[in-house]
């Protein structure tokens, strides 16, 4: 999953014409993603979109720190993940 959720990001980049500002190289992407949960969308399979979230360190806050998506997603898909991220918690 690490690598679908890495290509998502990397594409979403480009899109952007952006460079990861946090995270430098893919070695830390794979460290930061397996360290925090990360919410999903699915369908038919395949991830369409993800949102890295972080709590606090008493457990009484969740964020999403950065919210990632394939191209050409209906609008309102960014909602969708903070919407979900928010019922989750």
């Not at 950065?66 to 969708?80: C, E, H, K, Q, S």
């Amino acid at each position: 999953m690490i690598r679908e959720l890495l290509s998502i990001s990397e594409d979403w980049l480009r899109g952007k014409r952006t460079k990861q500002r946090v995270l430098p190289s893919i070695a830390v992407h794979v460290d930061y993603l397996g360290r925090f949960p990360v919410g999903v969308v699915r369908s038919g399979g395949c991830i369409l979109a993800f949102g890295s979230l972080i709590g606090s360190a008493d457990k009484a806050e969740l964020s999403i720190e950065f919210v990632r998506y394939v191209a050409n997603m209906p609008t309102g898909i960014l909602d969708f993940v903070l919407v979900e991220a928010i019922l989750w918690t």
